[in-house]
């Protein structure tokens, strides 16, 4: 299942500098164990030491936010796009 | 007030500020354009030699600057003598005794940034900063993610600097705020979506742009300039402290950063130590953090905004857990009230004060009135309530619920029988009839 996944400048000095990539997974849970896979210690800066993601983290699947959608279970279907975003912003 | 603009690279001699620290780990990072940890994603800080502006600052070298936010320059992340001054703060501090007897108090104070100049919200206090860094750090375009009031001032102190100017609002904002931001001729962006999506849109432009974005990349120097509000309710109360403030709730943002203003001047010995009780306010259509301090939850659960307060209609709070927390610690509460309550807490301000705010003001004012009935606020508090932003704005939140002018004849006769009638009927009643 591949989707596409915007990175935040912050984790970019995992992805070379890429913005954006493409990933595999059927499931945000998924996709975070693909991300590390792909490139180590990326999973590290998103989720905690229990494995949940970090509270200033936002995950968005075709924009949605998925605390509106099933959380880290949100199903992901081909050709998705997956952003994480830094919660500190905006106000 | 105005300064010529002059670009500084090296951090001066006179800079009182340190480096940028993640709030949640304590990491440290240099003085740039960037406001994410990149280990835990906690938010950045600036950090001040505290000692250094205890020694170099006193009440009268406060005194003796500018009537602006810029008097307090030694707390504010710029390195510059000549910071963009466009008279921004020392909006007035009134006693409101007409709302504090009609509430039940006995010494209410409102700090009224419905004035604050340029564009009449304190959102010109943040933006003076977060521009005057831009232009530090050598920013030529810079941006925002606004719910209206923050756009008008990127706007307006963007053209007074001379800075390119793109700002992303919702499409759906009222009328008002959209034409207060057009009319200085930025690029403005109606993002068809809520305040929670422009601002996702945001950061992801601003990985790729270049922009100085106030609230994103800029955003540990653009919410320092909220700590103003603090430093001048000190000052305006004869160098002390109120016993309680209540401040309005969007982001979390400028209540987390009253509180750090109250502390630094503790801090370096300007007002003596008090503990301040912090409420804030919330419209109940938008109240993920007062949801959250009811429950006695750490964290804040994301919702979809649904009220007229637009200005406040922040669903994803960024700053939402620290307002939480400052609350609980302070002694303090937050609540949320409804539409009409916030209709009502307009009309209450602005008859009783003579002070016309939009919204945000009219939420602010409905929770102060609640905490009071609640006894939530003590009538013997000294308690300052901040009004953030002006009625003019979002004149269509009030329209329909404040009556019609008596329309009469251009003679005598017409108007006697019109006050004659007024005095015997309801104004609501007069809104249709032709004397």
Same mark, same amino acid.
């Given at each position: 299942?591949?989707?596409?996944?915007?990175?935040?400048?912050?984790?970019?000095?995992?992805?070379?500098?890429?913005?954006?990539?493409?990933?595999?997974?059927?499931?945000?849970?998924?996709?975070?164990?693909?991300?590390?896979?792909?490139?180590?210690?990326?999973?590290?800066?998103?989720?905690?030491?229990?494995?949940?993601?970090?509270?200033?983290?936002?995950?968005?699947?075709?924009?949605?936010?998925?605390?509106?959608?099933?959380?880290?279970?949100?199903?992901?279907?081909?050709?998705?796009?997956?952003?994480?975003?830094?919660?500190?912003?905006?106000? | 007030?105005?300064?010529?603009?002059?670009?500084?690279?090296?951090?001066?001699?006179?800079?009182?500020?340190?480096?940028?620290?993640?709030?949640?780990?304590?990491?440290?990072?240099?003085?740039?354009?960037?406001?994410?940890?990149?280990?835990?994603?906690?938010?950045?800080?600036?950090?001040?030699?505290?000692?250094?502006?205890?020694?170099?600052?006193?009440?009268?070298?406060?005194?003796?600057?500018?009537?602006?936010?810029?008097?307090?320059?030694?707390?504010?992340?710029?390195?510059?003598?000549?910071?963009?001054?466009?008279?921004?703060?020392?909006?007035?501090?009134?006693?409101?005794?007409?709302?504090?007897?009609?509430?039940?108090?006995?010494?209410?104070?409102?700090?009224?940034?419905?004035?604050?100049?340029?564009?009449?919200?304190?959102?010109?206090?943040?933006?003076?900063?977060?521009?005057?860094?831009?232009?530090?750090?050598?920013?030529?375009?810079?941006?925002?993610?606004?719910?209206?009031?923050?756009?008008?001032?990127?706007?307006?102190?963007?053209?007074?600097?001379?800075?390119?100017?793109?700002?992303?609002?919702?499409?759906?904002?009222?009328?008002?705020?959209?034409?207060?931001?057009?009319?200085?001729?930025?690029?403005?962006?109606?993002?068809?979506?809520?305040?929670?999506?422009?601002?996702? #849109?945001?950061? /992801? %432009? +601003?990985?790729?742009? *270049? !922009?100085?974005?106030?609230?994103?990349?800029?955003? @540990?120097?653009? =919410?320092?300039?909220?700590?103003? #509000?603090?430093? /001048? %309710? +000190?000052?305006?109360? *004869? !160098?002390?402290?109120?016993?309680?403030?209540?401040? @309005?709730?969007? =982001?979390?943002?400028?209540?987390?950063?009253?509180?750090?203003?109250?502390?630094?001047?503790?801090?370096?010995?300007?007002?003596?130590?008090?503990?301040?009780?912090? =409420?804030?306010?919330?419209?109940?259509?938008?109240?993920?953090?007062?949801?959250?301090?009811?429950?006695?939850?750490?964290?804040?659960?994301?919702?979809?905004?649904?009220?007229?307060?637009?200005?406040?209609?922040?669903?994803?709070?960024?700053?939402?857990?620290?307002?939480?927390?400052?609350?609980?610690?302070?002694?303090?509460?937050?609540?949320?009230?409804?539409?009409?309550?916030?209709?009502?807490?307009?009309?209450?301000?602005?008859?009783?004060?003579?002070?016309?705010?939009?919204?945000?003001?009219?939420?602010?004012?409905?929770?102060?009135?609640?905490?009071?009935?609640?006894?939530?606020?003590?009538?013997?508090?000294?308690?300052?309530?901040?009004?953030?932003?002006?009625?003019?704005?979002?004149?269509?939140?009030?329209?329909?619920?404040?009556?019609?002018?008596?329309?009469?004849?251009?003679?005598?006769?017409?108007?006697?029988?019109?006050?004659?009638?007024?005095?015997?009927?309801?104004?609501?009643?007069?809104?249709?009839?032709?004397?």
């Amino acid at each position: 299942m591949a989707v596409k996944v915007l990175i935040p400048t912050p984790l970019q000095k995992f992805t070379k500098d890429q913005a954006a990539i493409e990933c595999d997974g059927g499931t945000i849970t998924e996709l975070l164990d693909s991300l590390e896979q792909n490139f180590p210690g990326i999973k590290a800066r998103l989720c905690d030491d229990q494995g949940e993601l970090r509270r200033f983290v936002n995950f968005y699947v075709n924009s949605e936010d998925i605390r509106f959608l099933d959380g880290k279970q949100t199903s992901l279907s081909e050709g998705d796009e997956v952003s994480i975003v830094p919660a500190v912003a905006g106000g | 007030m105005t300064q010529a603009i002059q670009t500084q690279t090296a951090l001066s001699s006179a800079a009182t500020f340190t480096a940028l620290k993640c709030k949640e780990c304590g990491e440290e990072y240099e003085l740039k354009a960037t406001h994410v940890c990149e280990f835990c994603f906690g938010p950045l800080e600036v950090t001040y030699d505290y000692s250094k502006l205890s020694q170099t600052v006193t009440r009268e070298t406060i005194q003796a600057g500018p009537n602006s936010i810029w008097r307090y320059r030694p707390f504010l992340p710029v390195e510059t003598d000549t910071p963009i001054d466009v008279g921004t703060g020392m909006t007035p501090l009134v006693q409101a005794n007409r709302l504090a007897r009609r509430l039940g108090l006995k010494k209410l104070f409102i700090k009224n940034d419905a004035v604050n100049m340029p564009t009449l919200s304190f959102k010109d206090r943040v933006v003076s900063v977060a521009l005057t860094r831009a232009r530090e750090l050598g920013f030529s375009t810079v941006s925002c993610a606004s719910t209206g009031n923050l756009a008008n001032s990127t706007a307006a102190i963007a053209a007074h600097a001379g800075l390119d100017c793109c700002v992303f609002i919702p499409a759906d904002l009222e009328a008002g705020k959209i034409l207060g931001t057009l009319i200085y001729g930025p690029t403005v962006m109606a993002v068809q979506g809520n305040y929670d999506q422009v601002n996702r #849109l945001c950061c /992801e %432009v +601003a990985n790729s742009h *270049g !922009w100085g974005f106030v609230n994103i990349n800029l955003r @540990p120097y653009y =919410s320092e300039g909220s700590k103003t #509000l603090g430093y /001048e %309710v +000190a000052e305006q109360l *004869g !160098w002390q402290l109120p016993d309680h403030i209540v401040a @309005p709730l969007a =982001s979390g943002s400028l209540f987390s950063k009253i509180y750090k203003g109250f502390q630094e001047f503790i801090k370096v010995g300007l007002v003596e130590e008090k503990a301040v009780r912090f =409420s804030g306010a919330q419209a109940e259509g938008c109240s993920p953090i007062a949801q959250a301090f009811r429950e006695g939850r750490d964290f804040v659960t994301p919702v979809k905004p649904n009220t007229i307060a637009k200005s406040i209609a922040i669903g994803n709070p960024a700053d939402g857990v620290y307002a939480v927390d400052i609350a609980r610690k302070t002694n303090g509460n937050i609540e949320s009230v409804n539409d009409a309550e916030i209709i009502e807490g307009i009309k209450l301000l602005a008859e009783t004060e003579g002070i016309f705010t939009e919204t945000a003001g009219g939420t602010t004012i409905a929770v102060l009135k609640k905490l009071v009935e609640a006894g939530k606020i003590d009538p013997e508090e000294t308690t300052v309530t901040y009004i953030t932003g002006n009625g003019l704005k979002t004149q269509e939140a009030v329209q329909g619920y404040i009556g019609e002018p008596l329309t009469i004849e251009p003679k005598l006769d017409s108007f006697e029988r019109a006050l004659e009638r007024s005095h015997t009927l309801g104004r609501l009643e007069w809104q249709q009839v032709l004397v």
